[in-house]
């Protein structure tokens, strides 16, 4: 989302500064209108369920970026059986909850902010086939891991089909090293403590741009082995185990050009010929003044969803070796150990042959940050589906 309205800045920016770069043999006066300031983006779009609207305005030239979000906006979902579901601003979004939309109503989005106005086209919400796989290949073993996903087979196969595909990750991570004892002061020895750091964590991350695709050039209209994206076969999120949470829903002609266009707007915005922000095309419009906005508002009967999962055994897993950073002390004593606490490190290793003649005490120590994976912004709070290995189609 952020990527949008950094693109609308960076359109209007560059077609001012590039002439004013070496090489420029006369002066260009760029034609931008005063209306493609502070135009308003709606970003979003209505479905059963989760409904989230981004709100914001375009910037002027000289302004320095800051999206310039619109906290205060009425917003509203509204079918034209008179169904009203009015969304809520919780600090980034606008939400509300539809339990489920009527494949027979045609539903638009109101918004009213600053005395105007706006309202969506009324459409009736497409509905999406589930996904039927989603393929994890890795072609050679010094290969990346590439993401490939198949829809089932399409509800109009005589027809072009249009989809936009997005993907949360979760991956499980250890930490450096695991230690299951730590140095009591009071009884200057080793204590076994299992619980004193968690032995893995759990990051998360949801995938910064949408993707999207047509049918056209498959046999019967069925995409398969579409490309998502790819893992690094040295990427820290392929080491344990990793779960892709897949997002289909298919779309209509004219939102899938507007996500073309606007795909072409970031690609083409150093050109002097890039289009201006309103010149994208755009289901929304202003009631009461004619002002130009900025956005496509699609409507989806459904998302269907996929989780898979990949296992580090099952793949050419390129783990870099870590060489051992602990600290090691091979003539330890417990005025040693004490010495450790106070630096703020924790006892790894207590290997104690003092009962024999010569023997000596060698231990082994790691900071916090080695050993603990929240420190590194991991969850330790297990995902309720780590347990499943399966995929499964929702």
């Known amino acids: 989302m952020m990527k949008l309205r950094k ?10 500064s590039v002439c004013t770069l070496s090489g420029c043999i006369e002066e260009y006066e760029a034609d931008i209108s005063a209306e493609d300031t502070n135009l308003l983006v709606v970003e979003g779009s209505i479905c059963s369920k989760q409904n989230k609207f981004y709100l914001s305005r375009t910037q002027a030239i000289n302004s320095s970026y800051v999206p310039k979000v619109v906290s205060e906006a009425k917003v509203v979902v509204r079918g034209g059986d008179g169904s009203e579901y ?4 919780d600090g980034e979004y606008y939400s509300c909850w539809i339990e489920s939309l009527a494949s027979d109503v045609e539903y638009y989005l109101h918004i ?9 086209e009324p459409q009736k919400p497409i509905p999406t086939e589930k996904i039927a796989e989603v393929n994890a290949v890795q072609e050679t073993p010094e290969s990346d891991i590439d993401v490939l996903v198949t829809p089932e087979t399409p509800l109009n196969p005589n027809q072009t089909n249009y989809y936009t595909w997005s993907f949360d990750e979760t991956w499980e991570v250890h930490p450096d090293y695991t230690t299951f004892i730590y140095f009591d002061p009071v009884t200057l020895t080793a204590v076994y403590d299992p619980y004193q750091f968690p032995e893995r964590g759990w990051f998360y991350a949801r995938a910064s741009t949408i993707l999207v695709g047509d049918s056209r050039n498959y046999e ?3 995409i398969e082995k579409f490309k998502l994206y790819d893992i690094s076969r040295g990427s820290e999120r392929i080491f344990y185990k990793y779960s892709g949470l897949v997002h289909q829903r298919a779309i209509s002609k004219d939102e899938y ?31 009461t003044s004619g002002k130009h906005v900025i956005g496509y508002v699609g409507c989806s009967l459904n998302t269907a969803e996929y ?3 990949l296992h580090a055994h099952e793949l050419s897993v390129n783990r870099p070796y870590q060489k051992d950073a602990r600290t090691w002390i091979d003539d330890c004593d417990e005025a040693t150990c004490l010495l450790m606490l106070e630096r703020g490190l924790f006892l790894c290793e207590w290997n104690d042959d003092r009962i024999i003649p010569g023997g000596t005490l060698r231990t082994a120590w790691a900071t916090k940050y080695q050993l603990d994976v929240r420190l590194r912004g991991a969850s330790v709070e297990e995902p309720e589906y780590w347990h499943l290995n399966e995929s499964i189609s929702y």
């Open 7 to 16: 693109t609308l800045y960076f359109v209007l920016c560059f077609m001012v």
């Open 86 to 89: 009015t969304a809520q601003y």
């Open 112 to 120: 009213e902010v600053d005395g105007e106005v706006y309202e969506s």
């Open 220 to 222: 019967g209209q069925h």
């Open 257 to 287: 050009e507007y996500e073309l266009a606007r795909r072409q707007a970031v690609s083409e915005m150093g050109g002097l010929f890039t289009p201006q922000p309103s010149a994208l095309p755009t289901n929304i419009h202003c009631l």
């Open 307 to 309: 989780r898979f999962f």
